[in-house]
């Protein structure tokens, strides 16, 4: 069984920093192909996509309204995924889930449905 549990979030002011972390367990990250992505959910509003990386490597993809500010990178010995938020907005504020899905990032890699795995989350919140 697939467990993601993220780390991280807190409080900040516009324009400062956060680093989201995500470490994965119950299968052997470096050896299992996968994209892991991180999502976010502010009230009343949908989740959405907001960064993904395959890990078996390649750049990222970003969601365009953090293009930029964020950067997802990963630590394949530590079975872990990061999301670095720079310049953070109050608009940035959400809960912040990371996600697993076997295979590609490709062209869905925003899309809900294709992730079976889904991390408790981690609240991150943005004051002006």
């Known amino acids: 069984q697939v467990q993601l549990v993220e780390s991280g979030g807190g409080s900040v002011q516009a324009g400062g920093s956060l680093r989201l972390s995500c470490v994965a367990s119950?299968?052997?990250?470096?050896?299992?192909?996968?994209?892991l992505a991180w999502f976010r959910q502010a009230p009343g509003k949908e989740r959405e996509g907001v960064a993904a990386?395959?890990?078996?490597?390649?750049?990222?993809y970003y969601a365009d309204s953090v293009k930029g500010r964020f950067t997802i990178s990963q630590d394949n010995a530590k079975n872990t995924v990061y999301l670095q938020m720079n310049s953070v907005k109050p608009e940035d504020t959400a809960m912040y889930y990371c996600?697993?899905?076997?295979?590609?990032?490709?062209?869905?890699?925003?899309?809900?449905?294709?992730?079976?795995?889904w991390g408790q989350g981690t609240q991150v919140t943005v004051s002006s």
């Open positions: 996600a697993a899905d076997p295979g590609v990032c490709g062209g869905t890699w925003y899309a809900l449905w294709r992730y079976n795995y």
């Open positions: 119950g299968y052997t990250y470096s050896s299992s192909s996968n994209c």
């Open positions: 990386i395959y890990t078996d490597g390649g750049s990222g």
